[in-house]
């Protein structure tokens, strides 16, 4: 598969409070950090691998283009960084997203949601398995700006509410396992069970 020309948004400007530390930093995969794991992964199906953070030097050492949170610097959404990608990538119609602590996302998985893309028309394109929606498994159109903006305003900064309001297009798929999330040191012990397996 050609690398894809839609540009990848990692997103790792999260508290991870519940991890107790900075998952985007937990050494993972033979890699030093979570981070740098998902963008060499990244960087063999999209053509350019961004990361959205809040403080880019901290991400001084992976080698990958950053996003500044600008706009927003003191409000902790991925709207927010929605906005500042649109922003600064002004020629990308659409962009895919990908949270840093979701690393079982397969080539496969993403390769749907850039054909559904490429074959049908709606605002999103959105990963849904059995337990519900993943808003940060998709990509995401430059039609949504203006919700954004409009969300902003009512002090709305939830990625839920958003797809709620736009025209979505859910890429229905089984594998639970697939999205499992790092969000607690449980959930770390596990994934890394899960790449020795």
Same mark, same amino acid.
């Given at each position: 598969m050609p690398l894809s020309t839609i540009p990848c948004?990692?997103? $790792? &400007? &999260?508290k991870s409070s519940r991890m107790g530390e900075d998952k985007a930093f937990l050494p993972f995969g033979g890699y030093d950090s979570l981070s740098q794991y998902q963008v060499e992964r990244l960087k063999k199906i999209f053509a350019k691998v961004y990361i959205s953070v809040k403080e880019p030097a901290k991400f001084s050492n992976i080698d990958c283009m950053v996003i500044e949170d600008i706009l927003y610097p003191d409000i902790s959404a991925p709207t927010t960084g929605f906005l500042n990608i649109l922003?600064?990538?002004?020629? $990308?119609n659409s962009f895919f997203v990908l949270s840093v602590d979701t690393p079982f996302v397969s080539e496969n998985i993403i390769s749907k949601l850039i054909e559904a893309s490429q074959n049908l028309n709606y605002d999103a394109y959105i990963i849904r398995t059995p337990s519900g929606v993943h808003p940060l498994c998709g990509i995401y159109t430059r039609a949504l700006e203006e919700?954004?903006?409009? @969300? @902003?305003?009512? &002090? =709305? +900064?939830?990625?839920?509410?958003?797809? =709620?309001?736009?025209?979505?297009? +859910?890429? %229905?798929? =089984? %594998? =639970?396992?697939s999205l499992l999330n790092l969000n607690t040191p449980e959930e770390y012990k596990r994934a890394l069970k899960l790449l020795k397996a």
């Amino acid at each position: 598969m050609p690398l894809s020309t839609i540009p990848c948004v990692l997103f $790792a &400007g &999260g508290k991870s409070s519940r991890m107790g530390e900075d998952k985007a930093f937990l050494p993972f995969g033979g890699y030093d950090s979570l981070s740098q794991y998902q963008v060499e992964r990244l960087k063999k199906i999209f053509a350019k691998v961004y990361i959205s953070v809040k403080e880019p030097a901290k991400f001084s050492n992976i080698d990958c283009m950053v996003i500044e949170d600008i706009l927003y610097p003191d409000i902790s959404a991925p709207t927010t960084g929605f906005l500042n990608i649109l922003k600064q990538l002004k020629k $990308a119609n659409s962009f895919f997203v990908l949270s840093v602590d979701t690393p079982f996302v397969s080539e496969n998985i993403i390769s749907k949601l850039i054909e559904a893309s490429q074959n049908l028309n709606y605002d999103a394109y959105i990963i849904r398995t059995p337990s519900g929606v993943h808003p940060l498994c998709g990509i995401y159109t430059r039609a949504l700006e203006e919700s954004i903006k409009m @969300m @902003m305003k009512k &002090g =709305e +900064y939830k990625l839920m509410k958003l797809l =709620e309001s736009c025209n979505v297009h +859910y890429e %229905d798929i =089984e %594998d =639970e396992e697939s999205l499992l999330n790092l969000n607690t040191p449980e959930e770390y012990k596990r994934a890394l069970k899960l790449l020795k397996a």
